[in-house]
């Protein structure tokens, strides 16, 4: 089994799409954003280049996710936005939030 190298890369395999709980304890939209803030933090200390050249939260994923729902305010986070927008709904919020990774992705050229 290869493993991924890089966390946009395990974003993109579909085992951790379909089995994202499996990997994150839940299927809820803020247990992705604790996994992914984990994840960023332990590459940063340990000087691990991915986190120093996108920095936390995706690189510019906050603002576009803002913009993409015409926030004017990008200070609440994107997985708050995102969760507001699904009225509240974890699950929903989780998968919409691949969706919007995706569009960002191809935008940005991740």
């Given at each position: 089994?290869?493993?991924?190298?890089?966390?946009?890369?395990?974003?993109?395999?579909?085992?951790?799409?379909?089995?994202?709980?499996?990997?994150?304890?839940?299927?809820?939209?803020?247990?992705?954003?604790?996994?992914?803030?984990?994840?960023?933090?332990?590459?940063?200390?340990?000087?691990?280049?991915?986190?120093?050249?996108?920095?936390?939260?995706?690189?510019?994923f906050h603002d576009w996710v803002a913009r993409y729902y015409g926030w004017s305010?990008?200070?609440?986070?994107?997985?708050?936005?995102?969760?507001?927008?699904?009225?509240?709904?974890?699950?929903?919020?989780?998968?919409?939030?691949?969706?919007?990774?995706?569009?960002?992705?191809?935008?940005?050229?991740?």
């Open positions: 089994m290869n493993l991924p190298s890089s966390i946009y890369e395990l974003l993109d395999t579909e085992n951790f799409r379909r089995r994202t709980p499996m990997f994150i304890g839940e299927k809820k939209i803020s247990s992705l954003r604790a996994f992914l803030e984990g994840a960023f933090y332990t590459m940063y200390i340990y000087g691990i280049t991915e986190a120093e050249e996108t920095g936390s939260d995706l690189g510019n305010e990008t200070t609440v986070g994107w997985n708050n936005i995102i969760l507001q927008e699904c009225n509240g709904n974890e699950e929903k919020a989780l998968d919409q939030f691949f969706i919007l990774y995706d569009e960002f992705k191809n935008e940005s050229r991740l």
